[in-house]
Structure formats: C-alpha cells, structure tokens
C-alpha cells in the first residue's frame, strides 16, 4: 500500500461535528502559548505494543485516554511556532531583505498547515514508532456512527514537506462546511503540490538562483506588494510567478487558515481565549510590514 492509499483511509468527516468533539473534550489549563507536558509521538512510543504492525492489519484503533486532548494542544502550539517564523519574515521585510523573507515564510507555512491538519483531527508521526511512520485520526467512524482514534500506516518511508501538503489536499477535500475561504481552498485542492515549495526550493537547492535584488544589500525598492486582506487576492498569486512573492502570501493563507479554524474552537475553554489572544498579540508586531491583523480577522471575507 502506499502513501497515498493511506490517505484514502481518512475518510469523510464534517467540520461542525469536529468543532463540537472539540468543544466536549476540552480542559482547561494555564500553560498557555507552551507545548503540552506529554506529546502524541510520546503517547505513541508508550503504547506501541497495541499499534496495528502484524500482518495484513492497515489501522486499528488506538483510543488511549488524552490523545485526542493533546493532538489539538499541538496543533495550537504549531499556529504559536508559525507565528514566530512570520515575526522573522516581518523583520527581514521591514529591512527590504525579500529573499531571505521568502525562506523563512516557507517553514512558517509548513507549521501553519501542520496547524491545520491537526485542528481537522489527523496528526502525523516525525519519526518511526514500532517501525513505521503513522497517522493519528481522532475523527474516524463507520457509517455515522460515533467518532474513535484510528492509528493509520503511512506507508511512507518518512512524511517529509510533500507528505503534509498531500494530507492537507486531502483533508480540506473530504471535509465538509469548513468555515475557510473558498478561493484558498479551491487553490490548495487544484495545485501539485510540488508547486508550494517551487520558490523556496528554487533559491536552496539550485546554486545560481536567488530571488531578488538583496544578495549584497537591502533591495531599494518598498514592499508595496503587500496589501491586506482580500478575497479576491487568492486569484492574483501566483506559484509559478518568479517575483510573485507567492510564499509569504503562501504563509499568510495558511495562517489565516489556522486562525478561522480555532477560533471557531476557541470559545470552548478560557485557556483556548488566552491561546488566540497570545497569538494576535505576537503577530501584531508584524501590522506595520505585512498588515497581519486584516489577514487574521475572522470577520473578513
């Protein structure tokens, strides 16, 4: 079986029955804006022995107590290191350093759709456990029938930049009434998604490229490409665009994409408030250069 047949195995599921598992399974807790104490891949390593790894067996489930409650805390916690990444973008903007800006929105847009898979209810394994990499569905059913956690083989020989974006693709498509953008949907579902790292990619791993006119100074020219937020400018970014700048704008839709799902979230617990109130102000920093706060208004369409 291979990696994208396991994607096969996340099935259908419908954004307000998740937001409402969300909400059920919620505690509350002060640690806020810091990983949880114990993480899946820790719960995974404890609990191998139950893992699915015998013969014809593809997945089976995997209802250990907590794990649901710790796949949500990571995927908050992954929206808190992808807002770090955008203040590093910001500054390197606001000091007119575009290409090196366009590096670090690359990881940055890497955390936030992790951020997103994990608010959809799949987490994903960085390394083996019981000799295979895995995904974590805490949003499996058969027939409508209650949810349960699926441990399901990746079948990959690890999940690396591509894998997420497949399991991205392959979430936003099976996942019904998403309360996300339908030009940015339509743009993830459409792409291959080799083309979401196509400029990062170009400027590190070919030696003669680099992306704009800052390799021995700050580029002279003011970023007056950035503009706040509209809808209509999921139709005006470009991937293939060699001065598009298409990866900060890249990060800056799947960030958007993050805080639309928690905050639909967020009002389960005061701790979730204080989570969004963390990150709206850690990325306010970033207004002045990349005008953050219209991309992060979950009033805007």
Known sequence: M???????????????????????IANDYEEIGEPPPLGVLDILEQNGSILPTTGTEKEGKFDIVGVRETVLRE?????????ALLRSASRDIDARQYTHAEV?????????????????????????VANENWFIDCFSREKRRQFYVNAIRAQSQRIGHREVWSLLQRLITVTSDLPLDAPMLELIQKSEVDRFAKHRNRIQYFNLAWAFDDLHGDQSTAPDWITPFRNDLYADI?????DS??????????????????????????????????????TAACESSIYVQSWLDTEAA
């Open 104 to 128: 670090t929105a690359y990881t940055a847009s890497v955390f936030a759709a992790k951020a997103v898979c994990t608010l959809l209810g799949v987490w994903f394994s960085p390394k083996k």
């Open 238 to 242: 470009d991937p293939d665009g060699e």
């Open 245 to 282: 700048h298409f990866t900060m704008f890249f990060l800056l839709m799947m960030l958007r994409s993050g805080f639309l799902l928690f905050s639909d979230v967020s009002t389960a617990t005061p701790g979730f408030r204080h989570e969004l109130d963390l990150l709206r102000r850690n």
């Open 75 to 83: 995927g908050i916690f992954l929206l808190h290191k992808a807002a």
């Open 2 to 24: 291979t990696y994208g047949r396991s994607l096969k195995r996340i099935r259908a599921r419908e954004w307000p029955a998740i937001r409402a598992e969300w909400h059920h």
